[in-house]
């Protein structure tokens, strides 16, 4: 048979914990033909696939596995035990994310075959597990590293000799002077009792008003200069005939009086009252 038998997990600690890191309810299994080249395999040329069934990636220390079982019987169908060392144990095709080849060994020989997922998600998450055991791998033998190696740092012993005693200086902060709030003016005091007091009279302060500005003092009218004839354009030697208010008055004749008789040289008009 082109398939060689599968290999069991060897029991070489039995406090390690068997860990199910990604589990696919089905997957395809191909028989590969002669490897084309030294770049890789092509899942476009491979035949149809030759088994269908379940596989559970399991890590037991710093072991990993790759099982592949009968999803009715339960019954292992291959297991690639997955090395960190050495030849690739799980390699990806050159034409697809969804193919890998494994490589199984048995008893010096060894054997590949093609594996095939329906989706892309769950080549993904099988992907995913094989890195995560690398990386948890890699640290334990780090971890292994550091407890073997000697430190080279001089252990320093920080216990009190006899007769050492440790002196703590304490300084303690002096009370803060609490400041009494002051009433504000015209706010109402507490009296005896827990009566409120009114505020004083001269408590209440009044906006003071700015300070009015005199009033700027009148000034006298400005005269205007003396004209003289020259100045309005008239004839110097003119007489004026322009009369003044005063003599106006007196050209005016006297009002009449009812009272007063005419003579007989004034208007008849008139009768004197007897």
Known sequence: SWLVPPLQMEDEDEDEIEQTLCMVREVFVFKLP????AAGYKAGEWPEHIWAGRLRVVSRGDNCFINLTDNNTGELFAQ???QQDGPLSVEP??????YFVLRIEDSGRHAYIGLGFRERGQAFDFNVALQDHEKHVKAHKQQKLRLEQPSTVPSVDYRLKEGEKIVVNLKAAKPKA????VPSAGAPTMGPGGILLPPPPGGSRQPRKAPQQAPPPPQAPQQAPPQDNFDLGLDPFAVS???SPHQQQQQQPPPLDPFKTENS?????WTPFQ
């Open 241 to 243: 005939t322009t009369t």
């Open 34 to 37: 002669p490897r084309p080249s």
């Open 80 to 82: 690639c035990h997955v």
């Open 93 to 98: 095709v050159l034409d697809s994310s969804r």
């Open 265 to 269: 040289t004034g208007d008849a008009g």
């Open 178 to 181: 609490t400041k009494k709030p």
